[in-house]
């Protein structure tokens, strides 16, 4: 047969080969189709106390995405499980907020608001958590090992444990992120904002009127603990007991502070003998411009030891661009260190250790006992005891100045120091 049209075009190709062309596009395209993941769970949780509990269940183990009504307060009257008022949870799971709170009912019975198990991440946006209250870790979340805690803009008020982390516990191999976060008015023996075996960050976070048995605001107790805090203020966190720092007690691990204040942190203790009005550490520790004032540490006990810090035996720690000021030690007798006392190594670069009080012993400055004290480019001054030295008193440690000015001290700086201190008069 002759071809009539027109002659750029060509014969017409066969009908088969267009149709089973067409076919290959449509088979690869259900195959893409089907290779795509389906789309992650989201809903928006009404204002509805059943509705969040059930919201929460639903994504648990599967994840999802949930948004919470916005200026809702959602209330949790009983538990879910044994100890946590939602469920716990073991994917993927974030939710958001806009000034929204979970809290326990006062009424109910006691439990947790959040547990993240091992291979779950909790993130959480814009929310408070209120009221939480368990016999164990974690008043607010306990994050287990394996598990992860992310926050943002949230606030944690009014939680408590009997064990550690009145605000958050994190178990050892758990990881906690907090930015932009608040923790008040939290309490536990130990840690009353927070309680950290793993590794914490706390960046942008106001720590404020905590109280703990031992640390109102941060602890840690294992060797294999890691905490960052930067941007941070600690402010009038307290502990009424027999332990240490107000604001933070540091047992192992490497912690790093840079950028944050401690201010009007007190530790009050009652017949026995009392350190770190602020911050106790026994981790290897570095502080980068840090302000530690008018804290205090209060006892009727045989020894006050550390207005601002107490570095223990096994202490490590570097002060660098870093202020400990208008700290004091409040006690009856043998009290000693009014800015720092250090028992380990401790080096300050560029740092100054300022207006110090001790009111019933020696060093309003730096108490160095058996530890190892270097300050390079620093400044001791305007401190205070009632006994001599105000500045430095060595007691059978060492003590090496290089470039640093110790002057201004009272009733001396470091004459009466029971070993000499090279480069110090007066």
Known sequence: MLWRGNPRSGPPRPA????????GVVALSGTALAAMPAPAYAASVPCND??????????ATTGGTLTLAPGCTYTLTAADNPNNGLAVITASVSITGANSTIQRSSTAPSFRIFEVGSGGTLSLTGLTLRGGSVSGQGGGVRVDSGGTLNTTRTQFINNTASGVGGGVSVSTGGTSTSSGDTYSDNSATSGGAVSSEGTTTLTNATVTRNEGG???GVNNDTDSSNITISNS??????VNGDGDGAAGDFDGG?????????????????????FAGAIYNDAN???TGVVITRNTLRSDGTFAEGGGIYNDLDGNLTLVNTSVNANSVIGTADDDGGGIYNDGTLALQRSTVNANTVTNGVAGGIFNDTGTLTATGSTISGNTSSDAP???SNDSGTVTLTGSVVGGNKPTNCAGSPTPIAGCTG
Do not use: C, H, P, Q
């Open 50 to 59: 059943a509705a969040l509990v059930t919201a929460v269940a639903g994504v």
């Open 254 to 274: 490497t912690v790093k502070i840079s950028n944050s204040s401690f201010s009007l942190n007190t530790t009050t203790i009652v017949g026995t003998d009392a």
């Open 285 to 287: 520790m570095t502080m």
């Open 214 to 216: 031992e640390a109102g």
């Open 390 to 392: 105000g500045g430095i």
């Open 233 to 238: 203020t600690f402010t009038r966190n307290v």
């Open 16 to 23: 088969g080969r267009r149709w089973a062309s067409l076919a």
